[in-house]
């Protein structure tokens, strides 16, 4: 159980397109979801937190209207990097809290982005 | 002071040997502290996870040694394998702050055959 998947897994986009990523709990309702970005042989960092149908919370110095967060329901949740530059190209990870075991994170198989 | 500081950076060790990965924080507001397993090009994957009131918990060949007063926490890999060669974050919440994690900085950790 507690399974969270990823789509598209990898992407290539040319700079100044949009890319949307959407994170999916299969197995369970998730109460919060978060993105999160990781660069190479670097730890995870916290880009937003989300709930079903409010706004998201940014973190400081993460530019909300590049990256645009939807919450639509309580098992999906989409990221969509506007305007991508190659210096958004970078792994894109979402994690789930389930309804029923309020402390663990289950996170996603994590979504390439290159931008050209 | 809500930072989670992990080492070492890296780790070589024998197979069959034992892996030792200590983490430390300053927020005494912490109260979950789980370990993270993470292969290339994958997500992290909940390893074990130990919550203040225990001093140690342990699944297999993975246990958690906590010590609160120490404000310090780490992970052995006993019987270590090639197949845990992989990178091990370590992080802590909060209870009320939507559960976010706070990660430490990773340490890969390379089992030889």
């Known amino acids: 159980g507690a399974v969270v998947s990823q789509h598209p897994s990898w992407v290539i986009c040319k700079s100044g397109t949009s890319v949307k990523i959407e994170c999916r709990s299969l197995?369970?309702?998730?109460?919060?979801m978060f993105w999160y970005r990781q660069f190479p042989k670097q730890s995870l960092m916290l880009m937003a937190t989300?709930?079903?149908?409010?706004?998201?919370?940014?973190e400081q110095g993460v530019e909300k209207d590049k990256f645009l967060i939807n919450h639509a329901s309580l098992t999906l949740s989409t990221l969509t990097v506007t305007s991508a530059h190659p210096e958004d190209s970078s792994f894109y990870i979402c994690?789930?809290?389930?309804?029923?075991?309020?402390?663990?994170?289950?996170f996603g198989p994590g979504t390439r982005l290159t931008v050209t | 002071q809500q930072q989670v500081k992990q080492s070492p950076q890296s780790l070589i060790v024998q197979k069959g040997g034992i892996s030792i990965i200590n983490c430390a924080y300053e927020n005494t507001a912490f109260d979950y502290f789980p370990w993270y397993q993470q292969f290339p090009g994958k997500g992290p994957a909940l390893l074990i996870a130990i919550r203040p009131d225990v001093s140690e918990k342990k699944e297999g060949r993975f246990t958690i040694s906590f010590n609160k007063s120490a404000k310090q926490f780490s992970l052995h890999i006993m019987d270590s394998q090639p197949g845990d060669s992989a990178t091990y974050f370590c992080?802590?919440?909060?209870?009320?702050?939507?559960?976010?994690?706070?990660f430490g900085s990773g340490t890969q950790l390379t089992v030889l055959p």
């Open positions: 197995d369970f309702q998730a109460t919060t």
């Open positions: 992080a802590a919440s909060i209870r009320g702050s939507a559960r976010q994690l706070t």
């Open positions: 989300s709930n079903e149908g409010s706004k998201a919370t940014y």
């Open positions: 994690s789930a809290t389930s309804r029923r075991t309020f402390y663990e994170q289950y």
